[in-house]
Structure formats: C-alpha cells, structure tokens
C-alpha cells in the first residue's frame, strides 16, 4: 500500500507542478504580452513625438528663413544703434566741453559787466563812452574827421568858451553841432535792479526811470541855454543831444511822453544810434551830391577850355599846311628847273670826259599835304 501511495502522491505532485509550470508560463506569457502592447503604445507615442517634433523643426526652420532678412535688418539697426550711441557719447563731451566754456564765458562777462558798470558810474567816463560811440558813427557813416567833422571844437558862447563834442560841416558852409553827455546814471542804476522783482523792485524801477526822464529834461535845458547855434557859423537852430543807447531813449519817453516834444520846442533833437546814423547818412549823400555837382562843373570848365585849345591848336595845323603845301611845290619847281636846265647843259660837258658818272635823275614828289575839310579846319583857316 505504502508503494501505491508514493506512486500516487508523485504522480499527483507532478500534475500539481505541471499544473503550477503551466500557470506560470501562462502568466509570463501574459506579462510579456502585456509589456511588449505597452512597448509598441510607447513607441507608438514616441514615433507620434518624433514626428511631432520633426514638424516643429521644420517650422522652425521655416520661421528661421523667413526671419533671416529680419535678422539682417537687426543687425544693422544694432550697428546703427552703436553708432549713434558713440556719436551721442561724443556730442555729449562736446557739449559737456561747450557748457564749461558758456559757464567760463558768464563769469567772464558778469566779471567785465561788473567793471563796465562801476566805470559807467562816473560821469566822465560815461563822457568818454559817449565820444567813442559818436566818433565811431560819424566814421561809419563814410565821414571824415577834420573834413566832413571836428570834435571838441572849443566855440565862444555869451557864457564863455564851450566845446561841444562834435561839430559835423554841412553844404552850403552850414555846420550840425553835436552834444553825446546826455545823463545815464538813473538809466543804469535802474538796470540794475533785479528782474523779475517784486513790487518794491518795480516801484523802484519806475522812480528811477522818472527821474532819467526828467534829468533828461534838464540836459535839454542845458543845451538850450548854452546856445551853440549862435556860437557856430551857419548852425541851424538846433543841437543833436545823442543818447549811446537805444533802450535809454526808449525807457526816458516811455517814463514822459512828453519829452520829445519838449525837446524840439527849444531845438533840441533826441537821438539814439540809429537815428543819428541815419542823419549823417544824409548828410554823408549830400556832400557826395555836392562833390559831383562840383566836378560837373569842373567838366564843363574843361570842356571849354579843351575846346579852346583845341581851336588854337587847328589854326596852326592850317598854317603848317599851306607850309608844306608852299614847300612842296617850290622843291618840285627847283627838280623841273635842274632836270631841264641844269641837267642838259651838265651832260654836254660829261661828253668831254669818258670817266664822268652820269647825273641822278630825281622826280618832282608830286604828293601834297592832305586836304582839311572838317568844318573846324575851315573856320580855323577863315580866322587865318
């Protein structure tokens, strides 16, 4: 029974392993089933990615193409920007360089702005300032010194010896006289009060402003009662009162209205530059019209007496021609009297020597002076 037993029990154990080896191979079977559909699901997505990123490069290999002018451009407006970018750098210093110079400048100016406005507070160098800008427009507007004007001409007046600062000559021995102390000093002082201000600074600006009017009102009285006209030759009524500046005139009538008016009632002119300049422009032209009346006349003058001379000289071209006229014909008598007279009876005498030279026949000239028919040559001849 035992033996049975066995046979059985290893006959059933190897059904049960044949069993067991069966479901195990079944199962890997499955597993690598299972593993290789997973596998080609991989590689399908992979192939799925490949492909996709095969068509994202190419894409991108498109874009990259169409981009490359893009790309050109780029980089030419970098290089531009480069440039630009050193010329900034450079203008920069340029004018950092500029900057420091106009900085330099200002205080320099301010410096000499400073000195001019401390001398400008005397009066006699405001005088001298005042000469120096008048002399410079009398020069300017083609005038001579010391032929079209004279300066600090000393001129006896009722109150004693004056000299007023210019005295320019007109046609016609006439002569313009010329003052350039006009006042300045409130002008300049009120300059110097600060612009933009507050409302004492304009107070302060219009009294000063009031009181260079009305010390210009005093210089034109001034002016008036030294009476230049009187003391200078072929003086009009009226004296120039000269203002070296343009925004002085305009500042003193803009403070009085009246004070131009005032002015020309005792025949004094208030001038700036550019009305000064423009008086001895005219002037400066009616010399030079006088001048070329002068020289016409001295054209005519010359005119007269080249012709006189002319008719002078005519006459004794007439007397030469009859001369040699007269002395043509006599030279021509003498040839016609040698070669018919003289000629014959020499050559009779010739016979009797073998060795003699013959005489040299000479013609008569037969060319008379040209005759003078022009008009002038006539009458030349009639007075004759």
């Not at 994202?56 to 980089?75: I, M």
């Not at 002068?294 to 080249?306: A, H, K, R, T, W």
Request: aromatic share 4%; no cysteine; charged share 25%.
């Amino acid at each position: 029974m035992e033996p049975l037993w066995l046979i059985l029990a290893l006959v059933v154990g190897l059904a049960v392993g044949v069993a067991i080896g069966a479901l195990a191979a079944r199962g890997r079977t499955a597993a690598a089933e299972a593993r290789t559909v997973a596998a080609e699901a991989r590689a399908d997505e992979l192939r799925d990615a490949l492909d996709s990123q095969s068509r994202r490069h190419a894409a991108d290999e498109r874009v990259l193409r169409e981009l490359a002018p893009v790309r050109h451009d780029l980089d030419r407006l970098q290089g531009t920007i480069r440039e630009l970018e050193e010329e900034r750098l450079e203008l920069h210093g340029r004018l950092s360089e500029q900057l420091r110079r106009q900085a330099q400048s200002d205080v320099e100016l301010r410096a000499a702005t400073e000195q001019l406005s401390a001398a400008m507070r005397s009066s006699t160098a405001r005088g001298s300032w005042g000469e120096a800008q008048l002399r410079n427009l009398l020069e300017s507007a083609g005038m001579l010194e010391h032929v079209d004007f004279d300066v600090q001409v000393r001129v006896a007046t009722a109150d004693g010896a004056r000299r007023p600062d210019a005295v320019v000559r007109l046609p016609g021995a006439h002569a313009l006289v010329v003052d350039a102390k006009a006042p300045m000093a409130r002008y300049l002082e009120a300059l110097r009060v600060p612009v933009p201000g507050d409302a004492d600074d304009e107070k302060r600006r219009e009294r000063l402003l009031r009181e260079h009017a009305q010390a210009l009102r005093g210089h034109v009285d001034a002016l008036r009662a030294r009476d230049y006209p009187a003391a200078v030759e072929g003086s009009p009524r009226l004296v120039v009162a000269y203002l070296p500046s343009e925004a002085a005139l305009a500042a003193a009538v803009a403070a009085d209205p009246a004070l131009l008016d005032y002015a020309y009632a005792r025949d004094v002119a208030l001038a700036s530059p550019t009305t000064l300049w423009a008086i001895l422009r005219a002037v400066a032209a009616a010399w030079q019209q006088e001048r070329l009346s002068d020289s016409v006349v001295e054209v005519l003058e010359l005119s007269n007496e080249l012709y006189r001379r002319l008719a002078t000289a005519s006459g004794h071209l007439v007397k030469l021609g009859r001369q040699l006229r007269g002395s043509v014909e006599a030279y021509d008598a003498l040839v016609g009297s040698v070669e018919t007279r003289v000629f014959p009876t020499a050559r009779k005498l010739a016979g009797f020597d073998a060795s003699a030279a013959p005489l040299p026949a000479e013609g008569p000239i037969g060319v008379t002076p040209r005759p003078l028919t022009a008009p002038e040559w006539s009458a030349a001849e009639s007075r004759d």
